[in-house]
């Protein structure tokens, strides 16, 4: 397994959790990371991304000023803070490489390589 996903869990409405994405045979230093999530009965949707260089990132408008990505070339990991999360959160987590560097862009995701997901629900 290239990419690990980790740090999903139960949480009630309101609460935080960061899931982490590291990568062991693989560098992340040449790729954008985007993470996905997918409910019950949905498509995949994108959530968030971080470019390669600047750190430019960019968000899904449902969890703009909530979430924020990161990564830490370092330790070859990528980051996910979930901040006031909502029941509609609820969904498995997924991380992914894009070899399209550049987050702010048309053109569409190159996804070389995805994580295996990670759990996320928030009920009451």
């Known amino acids: 397994v290239q990419l690990q996903a980790s740090g999903g869990g139960s949480v009630q409405p309101g609460g935080s959790l960061r899931l982490s994405c590291v990568a062991s045979?693989?560098?992340?230093?040449?790729?954008?990371i985007r993470w996905f999530r997918q409910a019950p009965g949905k498509e995949r949707e994108g959530v968030a991304c971080?470019?390669?260089?600047?750190?430019?990132?960019d968000y899904a408008d449902s969890v703009k000023g909530r979430f924020t990505i990161s990564r830490d070339y370092a330790k070859n990991t990528a980051y996910l803070q979930m901040n006031s999360l909502k029941p509609e959160d609820t969904a498995v987590y997924y991380c992914?490489?894009?070899?399209?560097?550049?987050?702010?862009?048309?053109?569409?995701?190159?996804?070389?390589?995805w994580g295996q997901g990670t759990q996320v629900t928030v009920s009451s």
């Open positions: 992914a490489t894009d070899r399209v560097t550049v987050c702010d862009t048309d053109q569409p995701p190159q996804i070389d390589n």
């Open positions: 045979t693989l560098s992340l230093d040449y790729y954008a």
């Open positions: 971080i470019s390669r260089g600047d750190g430019g990132t």
